[in-house]
């Protein structure tokens, strides 16, 4: 589904979200780091104050960069942040990597985080999902429906070109921060997942972020790595002296 920006009233979407978040009482944001999730964890703080929590799972497909970078935006935030760790590499459907690899990823979330949300008496788990989500395949998506998280994004009609703009308008450092996907993302359906492969693909993109380029996958294929950068970035990589790099 192509989504195209568009001009929305920053100011009153920000009011309305910060109403239905006050209206919740106290609400747990399925956090990950992402400009999505950073968006709605901060109008959950500025809404609730002490009354929201952001809660990052841990799991092996999570870059210790994400981690980092997750907990750093959390403190710029002001948000209480829990990181719980949680084992994807457990499950054997997952492990299998199938096309809908990113259902069990979020039924396992969804697990971990209703017992969580339940023990400190938090009724409504708040995630991430925009409208130019729906149009992707995201099995992912159905599995948080069934697992009751409230999308806000979409219930207030927010593109990904909207989330960044309003995380602009209110100051969030991290309002340009590249889209990115989980290191399982970058092995090919079928191909079994393993620790040692996620290590492999995580090392090599931490190379080649040290090279400078900001935006990279590194896709693995039985052994082959494909490296997958901007167009923008194709004439610098292809460089003698870099591609000897």
């Known amino acids: ?3 195209e920006a568009r001009a929305i009233d920053l100011d009153e979407t920000y009011r309305v979200m910060r109403e239905a978040m006050r209206d919740r009482g106290r ?3 399925a956090y990950s780091g992402g400009v999505d999730s950073g968006l709605v964890a901060r109008v959950a703080q500025d ?3 002490m009354n929201a929590l952001a809660v990052i799972a841990d799991a092996e497909s999570l870059s210790r960069r994400e981690l980092e970078e997750a907990m750093q935006e959390a403190d710029e935030i002001g948000i209480d ?6 084992s994807e590499l457990a499950n054997d459907e997952y492990v299998a990597n199938p096309s809908n690899r990113c259902y069990f990823c979020k039924k396992e979330l969804g697990a971990a985080l209703r017992p969580l949300a339940a023990d400190l008496g938090i009724p409504t788990i708040a995630d991430g999902v925009n409208v130019s989500d729906l149009g992707d395949h995201r099995p992912g998506i159905q599995a948080m429906n069934e697992e009751g998280f409230w999308h806000p994004l979409v219930e207030f009609g927010l593109t990904k070109p909207d989330v960044r703009a309003l995380s602009k308008h209110l100051g969030l450092s991290f309002h340009d921060k590249p889209s990115n996907a989980c ?3 970058r092995i090919a359906y079928g191909e ?3 620790l040692e492969k996620l290590n492999r693909v995580e090392s090599a993109e931490e190379a080649l972020r040290a ?6 996958r590194v896709r693995a294929h039985e052994g082959i790595a ?3 950068v901007p167009r923008e970035d194709l004439p610098r990589i292809v460089q003698p002296a870099m591609a000897e790099k």
């Not at 942040?81 to 949680?86: A, E, H, N, Q, S």
Request: proline share 0%; aromatic share 4%.
């Open 27 to 29: 609400v747990l944001v």
């Open 183 to 185: 290191l399982s993302s």
């Open 211 to 216: 090279l400078g380029f900001r935006v990279v």
């Open 226 to 228: 494909r490296i997958e």
């Open 81 to 86: 942040l829990r990181v719980i760790r949680v």
């Open 192 to 194: 079994v997942i393993t």
């Open 47 to 49: 809404a609730l104050g």
């Open 1 to 3: 589904m192509a989504v």
